[in-house]
């Protein structure tokens, strides 16, 4: 996050008062791809983890807060593709590791988002021809979308149209790998 | 995933403005606007083809800069389909993709042939065709390889090439196949006869792999790995083999190189377009030309840039002098 400690601070504390679910993500994104997790280990990637842990109790001592901890845990890149890294976290950092259901983007900059102008919505990439069910998660990652405001409004109103969105919260305990809510 | 109510009427309320300006601008104007500048810079793709004298803009016409004339390129009849245009590297013959499974060849002159199935090799491995991916690039002017992966499975991968004189498919072992660093590969460029650019995306970040690959030849583990790099953004890359003593790699895109391990184009529009050369033997990058229009593409003679500014495509040489622009046709103004 390319923000000052504070802010920092402050948008995580709003996450959490407005109830939305905090996701661990480890501390410097590294490894991402598949060649730097088989060149890494699981308690390499283990530490990573628990240092952004403790990262954020820090910031948040420094702020008289209480940090109340993670409910939910994301490899960086392709993690979610290597097993014992997955493992690692459902059993080892105890947190679920997220998943998604469905995945939007902008036409043409991804391959496996093959169903280009989705629904209808010139410009609009989808991992599937369908509308996603209410509960799925989707995933619209914000480094796609730069300069194309007009076309992720126009998905944003379709969406809207059709499903109902929820906070990601409460994560049900008891998974290792969720694609919220089962 | 709540999104404040009042935010999202404001951010509604000026999205509708926007588009309201834009339709009425669309309405009175047979050419690009002002107002579609910045989509149009990064949706309207210039590909110089090695003559120098013309471009392909947008998939959709051949441009001869000397004579200032657009030509549409002969596509697919069916028009609901988003054909994506694959260049050979001869430069002479054109492959068609629907995104999915169909490959129509076809050449720049303007024939079209007839429509190619692609194999489905993933079905052995009972995955769910739905989110099976092919990637398509040519491996030489006379064999089209395809690399099949599923999205939601880390599966081996499957490919297979198809040779164009006899029409008929080969499927390699599934550890001859491409190792992108991350599972979704979405583009192959060839620099030349064995090197190619691998790009591969993951959770945002974006992997250039440059490798020896010549499946051809070998049966198995026929890529080996020259180098690689990892954007934070899935910004068009263009590249291009640089002639020399050493092997090196003209990087174009809108990025700045950072500190880091990961090359900094999250605010690509802010830093313009810049053309890098990255050294493969020692790792280095090293700026040729920064703060170029965005999307400028260099010619093959590196004498001129193109480029897609509002009204059209413009022409200019590297460090200023006269700038020609030519509008664009219609149908890419409609894009």
Same mark, same amino acid.
């Given at each position: ?91 080892? *950092? #105890? ?10 983007? @902008?036409?043409?900059?991804? =391959? &496996?988002?093959?169903? /280009? ?38 998905? *944003? #109103? ?10 990601? @919260?409460?994560?049900?305990? =008891? &998974?290792?790998?969720? /694609?919220?809510?089962? | ?335």
């Amino acid at each position: 996050m390319e923000r000052s400690p504070k802010q920092q601070y402050l948008l995580v504390k709003r996450m959490i008062d407005e109830g939305h679910a905090l996701g661990n993500h480890g501390y410097d994104h590294d490894p991402a791809t598949r060649r730097g997790y088989k060149s890494s280990t699981t308690s390499e990637v283990k530490k990573d983890f628990l240092d952004n842990h403790d990262k954020f109790v820090t910031l948040f001592s420094k702020h008289k807060g209480k940090f109340t901890g993670f409910t939910c845990a994301r490899l960086p890149g392709d993690g979610r593709f290597m097993h014992e890294y997955v493992a690692m976290i459902a059993n080892e *950092i #105890k947190l679920p590791h997220v998943g998604w259901n469905v995945e939007f983007s @902008t036409n043409g900059l991804m =391959g &496996h988002l093959k169903h /280009k102008d989705w629904q209808g919505i010139k410009g609009v990439a989808g991992s599937r021809d369908t509308f996603p069910a209410s509960t799925n998660i989707i995933l619209m990652h914000d480094r796609h979308w730069r300069g194309k405001d007009i076309v992720l409004t126009g998905l *944003i #109103k379709q969406l809207k149209k059709n499903v109902i969105f929820q906070t990601l @919260t409460p994560v049900p305990s =008891g &998974h290792s790998v969720i /694609k919220y809510p089962k | 995933m709540r999104v404040p109510e009042k935010q999202v009427n404001a951010t509604m309320l000026v999205m509708f403005l926007v588009l309201l300006a834009a339709c009425r601008a669309m309405t009175q104007e047979r050419f690009l606007t002002p107002a579609d500048n910045q989509y149009k810079a990064t949706t309207v793709p210039l590909v110089w083809l090695h003559t120098g004298k013309h471009l392909l803009v947008g998939d959709q016409w051949l441009f001869s800069v000397d004579e200032k004339k657009f030509s549409p390129l002969t596509r697919p009849e069916e028009e609901k389909v988003l054909w994506a245009l694959l260049l050979s590297p001869d430069n002479k013959q054109i492959l068609w993709f629907d995104g999915k499974k169909r490959l129509i060849p076809g050449g720049i002159e303007g024939n079209i042939n007839d429509s190619i199935v692609i194999p489905s090799w993933l079905s052995d491995k009972h995955i769910n065709i739905t989110t099976s991916v092919n990637v398509v690039f040519w491996l030489n002017e006379h064999v089209i390889f395809v690399q099949q992966f599923d999205a939601e499975q880390p599966a081996p991968y499957a490919c297979g090439y198809f040779r164009i004189d006899n029409e008929q498919w080969t499927r390699i072992p599934d550890n001859a196949c491409l190792e992108p660093s991350f599972l979704h590969l979405f583009k192959v460029s060839a620099l030349t006869d064995d090197l190619f650019m691998l790009y591969s995306a993951g959770e945002g970040l974006h992997a250039l792999d440059l490798v020896k690959f010549t499946p051809l030849t070998q049966t198995a583990a026929t890529q080996t790995l020259l180098g690689e790099i990892t954007l934070d953004a899935l910004v068009p890359v263009q590249t291009q083999i640089q002639t020399g003593n050493t092997l090196a790699v003209s990087l174009n895109f809108p990025c700045k190189l950072a500190s880091g391990k990961t090359i900094r184009c999250i605010e690509a529009g802010k830093q313009g377009q810049a053309i890098y050369e990255w050294s493969v033997n020692t790792g280095a990058l090293k700026p040729r030309w920064t703060d170029l229009p965005e999307g400028s593409v260099l010619s093959p003679d590196e004498q001129r840039f193109a480029w897609v500014q509002a009204d059209g495509v413009c022409i200019g040489k590297p460090g200023g002098g006269a700038v020609v622009c030519t509008q664009l046709p219609v149908s890419l103004s409609l894009q």
